[in-house]
């Protein structure tokens, strides 16, 4: 694990001190130059997938910290089995081993992308924004989030529901590369999303979404531990589904201890699209699974006795064991990853501890 530290002279930006930054890659960091005015005075948790003894170059001026799989192997031991390897999942390592209140992860083919105007929009902050706003998901009001400024809750509107519950995922959208699957991909190779939405939603309460992982952020002491990517990758029959897992995991937790989600703004630009085909051989299986998965998760019911996140994950397990694995034998596994992944997370964050491993230095 590497470690650099930068200086700067810049106004400190919003939740300097709260927010790490997470960004799973294969190559050279070359794409934070771009960034760097929005990114620059926060921390950065890199996790180096692939090869461990190939270099990752960072640009100078970042204050970050660097893991590749010998680092995880050496931290966890036995339980590195929960992260998977040659896949970008193994970015939910870095919301492990951070000790701040908030994440926000990107991918590294992930540009600043332009509003209308011209201007360039600082995704950090307008998820920040999303974050320490409430959400409204037992109510959908047409207007939106009534919370942004020049918007408010529309006649007919509950007011015993304007206070909103705590918000506890951001996700974000992309302009130029649409996050399609591999089909879509091959029937629509030359589409592109020119489309500016100024609009952020609440997630209604009972309602899935396909979460992506690329522009996300949380609120890692309300939902982290849920924030689990699954075993994708190499030695396993999926990927690609990473994102998606973890979505359908933190909605029906979120929807069982009352905290929102929103989806929306801000865009980044996602420069490249990835490979149809190498992608269809990824996903084809869960393509075929989701129409099983999807009405499972829909139909997942948590106990009240289940008060916490990790209480709420244990038992998700317990359920994906009973009722997934006629699927295919692969959800006994991940099954048994997911409290895996559980008991590592309460290891690297064992209760009172935040103060005496900042940054989530080993």
């Known amino acids: 694990m590497a470690a650099v530290a930068a200086s700067s002279h810049a106004p400190t930006p919003l939740l300097k001190d709260e927010l790490d930054i997470v960004i799973p890659t294969i190559r050279n960091l070359d794409f934070l130059e771009m960034w760097r005015p929005f990114f620059e005075q926060y ?10 003894s190939k270099t990752i170059n960072v640009p100078e001026g970042f204050d970050y910290e660097l893991y590749n799989r010998n680092d995880i192997n050496r931290i966890l031991g036995p339980k590195a089995s929960c992260i998977s390897f040659k896949d970008s999942a193994c970015r939910c390592f870095g919301y492990m081993v951070s000790k701040k209140k908030y ?10 992308a332009k509003d209308p105007s011209g201007k360039q929009i600082n995704a950090l902050e307008q998820h920040i924004k999303n974050l320490l706003s409430p959400s409204t998901p037992h109510f959908f009001n047409t207007l939106y989030d009534p919370y942004r400024e020049g918007a ?3 006649r007919g509107y509950p007011f015993s529901l304007r206070e909103g519950v705590k918000t506890a995922v951001s996700h974000g959208l992309w302009l130029n590369i649409p996050d399609y699957d591999a089909p879509t991909q091959l029937v629509k190779p030359l589409e592109r999303n020119s489309r ?3 609009a952020v939603l609440t997630i209604p309460k009972g309602t899935l979404f396909p979460m992506c992982g690329m522009n996300l952020a949380f609120d890692r002491e ?3 531990p849920a924030m689990y990517f699954g075993l994708m990758g190499d030695g396993q029959p999926i990927g690609r589904y990473d ?5 359908w995991c933190i909605k029906v937790i979120c929807d069982h201890l009352g905290l929102g ?3 929306g ?3 980044i630009w996602h420069s490249k699209a990835s490979n149809p085909f190498v992608n269809l051989r990824k996903e084809y299986k869960g393509i075929y699974w989701q129409e099983e998965i999807i009405p499972f998760f829909q139909a997942v019911a948590l106990p009240k006795d289940c008060t916490s996140v990790q209480k709420c994950y244990i038992e998700l397990s317990k359920q994906v064991k009973e009722k997934l694995s006629k699927i295919d034998p692969y959800f006994d596994k991940l099954a048994d990853a997911m409290v895996t992944w559980i008991e590592a997370w309460d290891e690297q964050n064992p209760a009172g501890a935040a103060a005496e491993k900042p940054n989530g230095k080993a």
Do not use: S
């Not at 994440?103 to 600043?112: A, E, K, L, R, S």
């Open 196 to 198: 500016y939405v100024d």
């Open 152 to 154: 408010d809750f529309v």
């Open 261 to 263: 989600v929103k989806t």
């Open 103 to 112: 994440i926000y992860t990107i991918d590294d083919d992930c540009f600043v």
């Open 222 to 224: 309300l939902i982290g």
């Open 265 to 267: 703004l801000p865009y």
């Open 243 to 247: 994102d998606m897992w973890a979505g």
């Open 43 to 52: 921390h950065l948790i890199i996790v180096q997938d692939g090869d461990p």
